[in-house]
C-alpha cells in the first residue's frame, strides 16, 4: 500500500549542491551536501541512483522492484520512508 505521505506521480531531485558520491577511500556511497554527508547502504544507494530528475515515484519504485523480484508494496512502503526522511533533512526535493 502507498505511503499517504508520498504522492506516487511526485518527482524526487536532488537539490542543487547534492550529489551522489563514490568515497574511494572508504569503498562506499555517500549523499554529499554542503557541510554535511549521509553514508549510504546498498537499498539506499539502489534508490538514489534510481532518480534522474524525470521519472516519478511511481516509476523509479516499479524499477526497483522488477529489477530487485521484490513485491512493489515493500519496494514502495521502504522508498517512500527513506526519500521523505532525506526529504526532511533537506537532502531530497520532491516536485509535484
Known amino acids: ?25 572508504r569503498d562506499q556511497w555517500v549523499l554529499l551536501a554542503p557541510e554535511r554527508a549521509v553514508t549510504l547502504d546498498p537499498i539506499a544507494h539502489a534508490i538514489l541512483s534510481e532518480i534522474d530528475g524525470t521519472r516519478s515515484f511511481a516509476e523509479i519504485t516499479e524499477t526497483l522492484a522488477t529489477r530487485y523480484a521484490a513485491p512493489r508494496e515493500q519496494i514502495t512502503a521502504d522508498a517512500a520512508g527513506f526519500l521523505q526522511a532525506l526529504q526532511a533533512r533537506r537532502f531530497l526535493d520532491l516536485a509535484t
Not at 499517504?4 to 558520491?21: K, N
Open 1 to 25: 500500500m502507498m505511503d499517504p505521505g508520498m504522492d506516487p506521480g511526485a518527482i524526487p531531485t536532488l537539490p542543487r549542491g547534492v550529489r551522489l558520491h563514490r568515497d574511494r577511500v
